[in-house]
C-alpha cells in the first residue's frame, strides 16, 4: 500500500498519482499527516521537510519563521515539501529519479 501525502492542486502530486494509481492520496491541507508519520519523516529529512522556495513559506513573519520544524508543519500544512510519499514504513520525499526507480 502506497499513501502519498500531498496537495490536491500540486501539479507534481497529480502527476504521481496517475503514475502510481493505486496509491491512497492524503490532501495535507484539509486531512494534515499523522503525527508518527510527521515525526519520523523529521527525523529521516530533517529541515528538508519544509518546502523554504514556496509561497506559504514566503508569506510568513520572521517570528514564525524561526520556529521548529515540525511546530511549522503542523500549523502550515502546504509548507511541506511534496509528494510525502510512504510505502511499507519507508518514506521518500519529493519526486525525484531515485523515489521513481524505487515505486515504479
Known amino acids: 500500500m502506497i499513501t502519498l501525502y500531498g496537495l490536491k492542486n500540486c501539479d507534481t502530486c497529480r502527476k504521481v498519482l496517475k503514475l502510481l494509481e493505486n496509491a491512497n492520496f492524503i490532501d495535507v ?3 494534515g499527516v499523522p503525527e508518527e508519520t510527521l515525526k519520523a519523516a523529521f527525523e529521516q529529512f530533517g529541515a528538508a521537510l519544509a518546502n523554504t522556495r514556496s509561497t506559504t513559506w514566503r ?9 521548529p520544524v515540525l511546530e511549522l508543519l503542523v500549523e502550515h500544512p502546504a509548507l511541506m515539501k511534496r509528494p510525502l510519499i510512504e510505502q511499507g514504513g519507508v518514506l521518500y520525499l519529493g ?3 531515485a523515489t521513481q526507480a524505487a515505486l515504479i
Open 29 to 31: 491541507r484539509s486531512e
Open 95 to 97: 519526486w525525484d529519479k
Open 59 to 67: 508569506n510568513l513573519s520572521d517570528e514564525e519563521r524561526a520556529k
